[in-house]
């Protein structure tokens, strides 16, 4: 089992930057596939970005694809979401998330651990 802490979230103008971190603890968080998800008001929770075990593989959202970056540190237990030239339509919770399965996957239901998110919040 696994719990997730996410932190960083907050104000910024749109443009801006912001690193969210998500801490895990247990021992096992290499054997996790690792995601990023937000959700904005009204709206249904979306994928964001995913980071295989050992970092290797990543894949994004078409929305995010060349600002956003997700990386990891198996030594720290620790998943970054790097966010740049955010825009307004990025505000949303903002949750990290931990799968036991292999490969990569947009679908909440496939994993199994979640965050109980950061808020980020962009001014225009």
């Known amino acids: 089992q696994v719990q997730l802490v996410e932190s960083g979230g907050g104000l910024v103008q749109a443009g801006g930057s912001l690193r969210l971190s998500c801490a895990a603890s247990?021992?096992?968080?290499?054997?996790?596939?690792m995601g990023w998800f937000r959700q904005a008001p009204g709206k249904e929770r979306e994928f964001v970005a995913a980071m295989s075990r050992r970092g290797g593989n990543t894949y994004y959202a078409d929305s995010v694809k060349g600002r956003f970056t997700i990386s990891r540190d198996n030594a720290k237990n620790t998943v970054y979401l790097q966010m740049n030239s955010l825009k307004p339509e990025d505000t949303a919770v903002y949750y990290c998330a931990a799968g036991g399965m292999v490969g990569l996957t947009t679908t909440p239901s496939a994993y199994g651990y979640w965050g109980q998110g950061t808020q980020v919040t962009v001014s225009s």
């Open positions: 247990g021992r096992t968080f290499s054997s996790y596939t």
